[in-house]
């Protein structure tokens, strides 16, 4: 990167840290720490609902599961409006009217401490899980740019997140996340406008789309009902819709979000702006990238968009293997745009089937090399996915963008990661700390709950440091909750909708759940978004007969 490119990312960064913390520096209480004193306005409940969910691997990872798989993976948030309106009508007012500063607390006051217990605990687990994912993506990124270590990477960022949630408390969360999200809506909108002006003269936007429905990139919409298949209308519609439940509406991540609203209202209004808002920025930042692809079909893109793989493999014994795939992918390229520079390619059905039996080869191709690194450096991982638009921005961008860009990337990291290190700190805090010692001062909770902070900010350094790539990122964090979330949900819509189950049954029915739910993962057997609908189901059934037995069992028992 340049001079200016540098300056531009940490004026940005170095902004938005020393004014969230600076305003608010103070606390006098817990309240004001963990809920920011009830102070948020309906706009940045919304706002900060999105920069929670919206992390840096929505930037890295969405553009390039558009890039090779289409734009499938919009259906995943098909179910997610209905999920805000149903957590608007049923979940946020029991939370307000009960202050509750976790999700959990209702919990106990519906079933028993072990059921609240359980659920804060399988929280904690996905969540930390989740944070050091959400660590690991953005030091991907600088570890590209600086060709440093990544592991260090991993540990600077982390520690920065660190300082700046553990100072500034929810309410320096909440305000720093309004103007993270409008560097990343002004960052990918100048990115995208420049990716359409990069394109050839003769291709405008819609020959643009045209090249892409050609390649099956814009199959939003797919109604086959395998449940092997992970991202469809159906899938969407149910396994979407409980995993946005669960999310929303009983992790204390986003919850925490909207209890800091300053009124019922507030809060419903941010999350119905959420649900309504969501869908399109998710369709532009896929959009974006098929973009990309499309851009790639005129420039010459690397075989493998991973640097550092490609430069060792290039020092390996394989060498002349990967060479060989590296010229024939040349070869093809050029091949390719032979036949979308001529004239009438776009009217001629026989160029069109030549053109995609090549780009079927390359396909092929890229597949034997991402085979061959895997095969020649096991420690390097070879998915290449999450690099895609990140090499876009390094080798295309102009000056100054490329900085603006990277600033969107880090701060979506940012604002998601400090999120769940504070919904950490509040559930280490509440759920467990404060009812073991319930009766100390506020000034005393404030610094347990920012050593919570630090303690999670480390788990989160420690995963990252030993983690690897997965498929995909955003496709990794969605697969930890989809395992735990379910579950969970059950729990509370039992608790909201079946009045006449209470804590023994939910209990034993949710640790039943858990173990079949992750059964079911690990035969991979079916689409992972279904085990949000598997899991929640299954609680509701297992404690409602549980309930039903002990019922009959506690009546013979008086007879």
Not at 152 to 167: A, K, S
Not at 382 to 390: E, G, L, M, Q, T
Request: proline share 2%; hydrophobic share 50%; aromatic share 14%.
């Amino acid at each position: 990167m340049s001079l200016i490119d540098w300056l531009v990312l940490c004026s940005t960064l170095l902004f938005i840290i020393t004014y969230g913390v600076y305003k608010n520096r103070r606390h006098k209480n817990i309240k004001d720490y963990l809920k920011g004193g009830n102070k948020s306005s309906w706009w940045t409940v919304g706002l900060s609902v999105m920069a929670t969910q919206a992390s840096a691997i929505t930037f890295l990872s969405t553009p390039g599961q558009a890039y090779f798989e289409g734009m499938g993976f919009i259906q995943f948030y098909f179910g997610l409006p209905l999920a805000m309106i149903i957590i608007c009508v049923f979940f946020l007012p029991i939370y307000k009217k009960l202050k509750v500063y976790t999700a959990y607390e209702f919990l106990e006051n519906r079933f028993n401490l072990k059921t609240r217990i359980l659920t804060a605990s399988l929280f904690l687990i996905q969540r930390g899980l989740a944070a050091g994912i959400t660590i690991y993506a953005p030091a991907i990124i600088l570890s590209v740019i600086l060709g440093w270590n990544l592991k260090i990477m991993v540990i600077v960022i982390g520690l920065l997140v660190i300082f700046y949630t553990l100072f500034g408390g929810t309410q320096a969360v909440n305000l720093t996340q309004k103007q993270q999200m409008f560097i990343i809506f002004l960052g990918m909108t100048v990115a995208f406008i420049f990716l359409n002006k990069s394109l050839p003269e003769e291709i405008n936007f819609s020959r643009a789309l045209n090249i892409a429905g050609l390649n099956g990139k814009l199959n939003l919409i797919d109604v086959s009902i395998d449940p092997k298949n992970r991202y469809t209308l159906w899938s969407g519609l149910t396994g979407g819709l409980f995993l946005a439940l669960s999310y929303f509406g009983t992790d204390q991540s986003q919850v925490q979000r909207y209890l800091s609203g300053k009124s019922l209202i507030e809060s419903q209004k941010g999350l119905i702006m959420n649900g309504f808002l969501k869908i399109p920025m998710q369709f532009f930042i896929l959009l974006t990238g098929v973009m990309v692809f499309v851009f790639f079909q005129f420039e010459k893109s690397p075989i493998h968009f991973n640097p550092k793989a490609i430069e060792l493999i290039k020092n390996s014994e394989f060498k002349t293997d990967f060479l060989k795939l590296e010229n024939d992918n040349i070869e093809l390229h050029n091949k390719k745009l032979s036949f979308l520079n001529k004239e009438n390619f776009f009217q001629n059905d026989i160029f069109k089937k030549e053109y995609l039996l090549l780009q079927e080869e390359e396909r092929q191709n890229r597949i034997k090399a991402k085979a061959l690194i895997k095969k020649a450096l096991p420690s390097i991982e070879s998915n290449d996915k999450d690099y895609v638009f990140i090499f876009y921005i390094l080798k295309y961008l102009p000056t100054g963008l490329i900085g603006l860009l990277i600033a969107v990337i880090l701060s979506a990291a940012m604002s998601s990661t400090a999120s769940e290190l504070n919904a950490l700190a509040t559930t280490s805090l509440i759920d467990f700390y404060k009812r073991g010692y319930p009766n100390l001062s506020e000034k005393h909770y404030v610094n347990i709950a920012k050593g919570f902070v630090l303690f999670w900010g480390l788990i989160a350094i420690l995963f990252a440091a030993v983690g690897n790539l997965f498929e995909n990122l955003i496709e990794y964090v969605n697969i930890i909750g989809s395992i735990f979330y379910g579950t969970v949900l059950g729990v509370f819509l039992t608790a909201f909708f079946i009045k006449y189950v209470n804590g023994k049954a939910i209990f034993i029915g949710a640790i039943l759940s858990q173990i079949i739910v992750i059964s079911i993962y690990y035969i991979d057997i079916i689409g992972y978004l279904w085990l949000n609908l598997i899991g929640a189901t299954i609680t509701i059934i297992f404690s409602t007969i549980l309930e039903l037995l002990f019922s009959i069992n506690h009546v013979n028992s008086r007879n």
